[in-house]
């Protein structure tokens, strides 16, 4: 065995002291949320990445680190990793731990690409990871030699890696040639572009996802999908994008492929993300908010397979859009995405902007996500009155016994104009919960008729309801009489026919058909409210 294989198999334990890795983890962690955070070719990307990998190949320098983890922090050398000044610490052993990621060790030769790597994958959506395998799994896959996960054992760790490497040419030197004609082309597509040549290798690019399209072998398929990750980022680099949305749509379709083995659906999946990272995220977004719905419709489904990573972005990019056309289509991809775009939508309710928050509680109203209802409590209670009437709205659209109770809160309302919206949102909601609470809004006395518009939204309330315990109330408003100006009274009277034609009690019929002889506008209402209760009547009784 040679000298850098005993360097690598002479496990060294790390020192505890000014040696302590804490720092190194707190660092790793930012770097981590970097990845997530900037775009691809980011200079502040490539800034922290750097200086994490500069601190780490310092460290390495003597040991390897070699790190047990748990939910709350980091073994090493059979002693705890002091996580109390830092959290960012308790973090990262989350992140990990997550990831079902028990033991993690850096090797002395750790390489920046590595590295990259590694963040990548640890800043993935958590379950497009599982479906590729999981960590420990798609750090070799990805190539990944000086960073191992769940292995402690450094005469495994160099046997696994001795065979990825023969696996690695193997591959390339398999297929008729197929996989190493793919890499050389790799390889020039990432060396100097000929002069005044612009023009992506698409041929390339396609002929990958063809012979993806008719791979049956899960390993070359993986091969292939690696081969086509490395093409995009070249094109990427070099700000060519527009061949990419042909390849993320048919990285779709494999995703979707119930013919294809669950291994090459999930890495299809893997690799969609993957292209779509950096410049392309930009790329899409930007045509999404320039091109007409029927085109941005086409761009949906990418997004919506992204799922909650990418509404982050488009939630950001609808704060600052300026355009009708933009923000609908911004807004409609969030639709598109639907629950997944919730928690992110959510956490935009503590914007200090008031159209911020009403707009976001729009978007969740359409998406409709039940389980979400409580958590527009705050919205419920905003500072300003256009986002309290947008939330009931969203309320209405959602539904549920938790809307409900919310909505019934505000009857007591001071705002005047919140009660009107609140008693029509019940009705809306056709909620049971109210019937007593809107009938005591309507006989509730009211001798100058300062709450002759609330009692009107009670009755309408009710009758869209259709709660029969509703029908000898109102019946008894529309036998009553009142000093009230005969116009207001008779239009108060005529909205209590209509809902009592809704609500469909047979019981009421006499009194509305000796109302309806009188004539006039009530007799009107009252002769319809006749005709409905009957016909309805007779549907059910054939």
């Known amino acids: 065995m040679n000298k850098g294989t005993d360097s690598l198999l002479k496990l060294v334990l790390p020192r505890v002291g000014k040696d302590d890795p ?4 707190a660092d790793i962690y930012k770097a981590m949320r970097a990845i997530g955070f900037y775009p691809e070719g980011h200079p502040k990307r490539e800034e922290i990445v750097a ?12 040991h390897e680190l070699s790190l047990t983890i748990s939910r709350g922090g980091f073994t090493a050398a059979g002693q705890a990793v002091r996580a109390d000044a830092n959290r960012m610490i308790v973090s990262l052993a989350g992140e990990l731990f997550m990831r079902r990621v028990q033991q993690l060790i850096f090797l002395p030769d750790l390489s920046l690409e590595d590295l990259r790597a590694f963040l990548q994958l640890l800043s993935m959506d958590q379950k ?20 191992w996960a769940n292995e402690i054992d450094l005469s495994v760790i160099w046997e696994r890696r001795q065979a990825l490497e023969e696996e690695l040419k193997t591959a390339e030197a398999s297929g008729d040639g ?23 290798d698409t041929d390339s690019l396609m002929e990958l996802l063809a012979r993806m399209d008719r791979e049956t072998n899960d390993s070359r398929y993986q091969q292939f999908a690696r081969n086509l990750a490395a093409k995009a980022e070249d094109c990427k680099g070099r700000g060519v994008c527009a061949p990419l949305f042909l390849v993320l749509h048919g990285l779709l379709e494999h995703s979707a ?8 659906r999930d890495y299809a999946a893997f690799t969609l993300e993957q292209v779509a990272d950096g410049v392309m995220t930009d790329f899409l977004l930007q045509h999404l908010e320039s091109k007409s719905a029927q085109e941005a419709a086409k761009i949906y489904p990418v997004l919506k397979k992204l799922g909650a990573k990418i509404a982050y972005v488009i939630i950001q990019r609808l704060c600052l859009a300026d355009g009708l056309q933009a923000r609908k289509s911004l807004a409609a991809a969030l639709l598109a995405i639907g629950p997944a775009a919730v928690p992110p939508l959510l956490a935009m309710l503590k914007d200090e902007r008031w159209y911020v928050v009403r707009n976001m509680v729009a978007i969740l109203g359409q998406i409709g996500c039940r389980e979400s209802a409580n958590a527009l409590r705050p919205a419920l209670y905003h500072g300003d009155q ?32 919140v009660v009107l919206h609140a008693i029509m949102s019940l009705g809306l909601l056709k909620s049971k919960k109210a019937v007593q609470l809107l009938i005591d809004i309507v006989e509730k006395p ?8 609330k009692k009107k939204e009670a009755i309408v309330a009710l009758g869209r309801i259709g709660d029969r315990r509703a029908a000898s109330p109102l019946l008894r408003v529309l036998e009553s009489h009142s000093w009230l100006p005969w116009s207001k009274w008779d239009e108060l009277k005529v909205f209590t026919a209509t809902a009592l034609g809704r609500i469909g009690d047979e019981t009421v019929l006499p009194a509305l058909k000796a109302c309806a002889a009188k004539g006039g506008t009530l007799g009107k209402a009252c002769s319809e409210a006749v005709d409905t209760i009957e016909r309805v009547a007779e549907d059910i009784y054939e």
């Open 22 to 25: 804490g720092s190194l983890l």
């Open 51 to 62: 200086g994490v990998y500069e601190s780490l190949r310092q460290y390495l320098q003597e």
């Open 128 to 147: 497009n990871l599982a479906r590729g395998g999981g960590m420990a799994q798609l750090m070799p896959e990805r190539g990944i030699r000086t960073i």
């Open 178 to 200: 197929d996989l190493s004609a793919e890499a050389e082309n790799a390889e020039g597509e990432t060396g100097t572009a000929p002069a005044g040549d612009d023009k992506p």
């Open 257 to 264: 492929d119930t013919g294809r083995s669950q291994v090459q």
């Open 386 to 417: 256009r986002v309290r009437k947008e939330t009931l709205h969203a309320l209405v659209k959602t539904g549920g016994d938790n809307a409900e109770s919310m909505v019934i809160e505000l009857l007591d309302d001071k705002d005047a104009a």
């Open 446 to 453: 009211d001798f100058f008729s300062a709450q002759l518009k």
